[in-house]
């Protein structure tokens, strides 16, 4: 069986791989680093201007899968620096509407590009 890949102009791959591929009715959105779209460079700042590229990013390829947040139903939050936490917790919390998609979050040693964070996302294409 084929994949069925989506590609969102509001996101950019930094290596082989597709922004989105559906599976029945889930679709997995691959990681997405806090990369300006217009630039194809890292967006510099802290890590709330970081999160918000992220979810920039994620929601454009959401869009390019005919998704809404309100379609998501599990986040893997990345962190190089877990001291970044609750400035990363802030920006999700807007991001979402209760009840709140399943998550995990996760330290790491390093991202793609020296990023502080990088998020993927599960969503699911049905009835809402």
Do not use: W
């Amino acid at each position: 069986m084929p994949r069925k890949a989506y590609t969102a102009d509001g996101a950019v791959a930094i290596g082989p791989y597709s922004h989105a591929v559906e599976s029945g009715d889930i679709i997995y959105l691959s990681g997405q680093t806090p990369i300006d779209c217009a630039t194809g460079k890292l967006v510099l700042g802290d890590i709330t201007t970081q999160t918000e590229q992220c979810f920039q990013n994620l929601f454009n390829v959401l869009v390019a899968s005919g998704l809404t947040s309100d379609d998501v139903i599990k986040v893997n939050v990345f962190l190089t620096d877990m001291v970044n936490f609750d400035a990363m917790n802030s920006v999700y919390k807007a991001k979402f509407s209760s009840p709140y998609p399943a998550r995990t979050t996760i330290g790491v040693s390093s991202l793609p590009l020296g990023a502080q964070v990088e998020i993927e996302m599960i969503a699911r294409r049905g009835d809402r």
